[in-house]
């Protein structure tokens, strides 16, 4: 839902959304592998690419990861 949203506002700032654009957003995250009081705010990018047939495709990863 998180990542629609960034699309969504981003879209909205511009003419349209090109393959390969990047758009960051943010997320609370608990963590898994220990007790935590409080979420953490976690930053990931929704990556807008091309499948093989040209339909637009959606990839969410970490800022570092390509």
């Known amino acids: 839902m998180l990542a629609g949203m960034a699309a969504r506002s981003a879209a ?3 003419a349209s959304v090109r393959v390969g654009e990047r758009f960051a957003f943010t997320v609370a ?3 898994g592998d220990r ?3 409080e979420a953490e705010d976690r930053t990931l990018h929704l990556v807008v ?3 093989d047939s040209g ?3 959606f990839v969410i990863m970490l800022p570092d990861e390509d």
């Open 55 to 57: 339909a637009m495709t």
């Open 12 to 14: 909205s700032r511009q």
């Open 35 to 37: 007790p935590a009081e």
């Open 49 to 51: 690419g091309a499948d």
């Open 29 to 31: 995250r608990v963590p």
